[in-house]
């Protein structure tokens, strides 16, 4: 099946640092959508994407959709000790029926 | 709104036994979708529903069964369950192929 290749797998770094994680592949998509994910709850959507080159922030988090179509990282900037969790990339592929292909995750621990 | 709600929460269930795992949203939504997540890795599709009446396959559909009578229920069926069912199960629902997803909570199963 399609793969959406997401690094770094984890991360662990000091409260106050910024992070960037990515996601990339092969196939064109559609739309990019990251989302986080805390221990027993389901994913929770952080921010949509649906334009190549679009730029868009939420807070403290911003992401990107590659002008490619094949891409799109997302950046934490001052993080903070409720930013752990797992953060997932999800891309939609054109022409599907809003199927979404998952990334592996990024696991995010902060250091107070 | 309670948006998508999942039940039960937890379940365990021997080799061979049936169940059903239920999902409903109140949203109106069309679209919904049925997702499992084994440990470390992203969500992968098993089936979802474009509108009541209508389901079709995901990525990994084998030992399980859905269907959609109502707009409002999804309800994911495992007739013989097997250990590799083993997984946390993700309902979500979109009010279009385009639009974003929303997840339920999750049903954790294990299969002994």
């Known amino acids: 099946g399609q793969q959406l290749n997401q690094s770094p797998q984890s991360m662990f770094i000091q409260e106050g640092e910024d992070v960037s994680m990515n996601c990339t592949s092969s196939s064109i998509f559609n739309t990019w959508l990251w989302y986080k994910q805390d221990p027993g709850e389901g994913p929770v959507l952080l921010i949509a994407l649906y334009k190549a080159g679009e730029l868009t922030s939420n807070g403290r988090l911003t992401a990107q959709f590659g002008i490619t179509r094949k891409d799109s990282f997302l950046n934490i900037s001052a993080s903070i000790p409720s930013d752990v969790g797992i953060y997932f990339c999800?891309?939609?592929?054109?022409?599907?029926?809003?199927?979404?292909?998952f990334g592996k995750g990024t696991k995010l621990s902060v250091k107070p | 709104n309670a948006g998508v709600t999942q039940t039960p929460k937890f379940r365990i269930l021997k080799i061979g036994q049936s169940m059903t795992l239920q999902c409903a949203q109140d949203?109106?939504?069309?679209?919904m979708y049925w997702y499992r997540q084994d440990p470390g890795m992203g969500l992968k599709l098993i089936y979802y529903?474009?509108?009541?009446?209508?389901?079709d396959k995901g990525e990994v559909p084998n030992g399980y069964n859905v269907s959609r009578s109502t707009t409002e229920d999804f309800p994911l069926r495992l007739e013989l369950a097997a250990p590799s069912q083993t997984s946390v199960y993700f309902c979500?629902?979109?009010?279009?192929?385009?639009?974003?997803?929303?997840f339920g909570p999750g049903t954790r199963l294990t299969v002994l």
């Open positions: 979500a629902s979109t009010s279009g192929h385009t639009d974003t997803q929303y």
């Open positions: 529903s474009v509108g009541a009446g209508i389901t």
């Open positions: 949203m109106n939504h069309n679209y």
């Open positions: 999800a891309g939609q592929l054109r022409g599907s029926q809003g199927n979404l292909i």
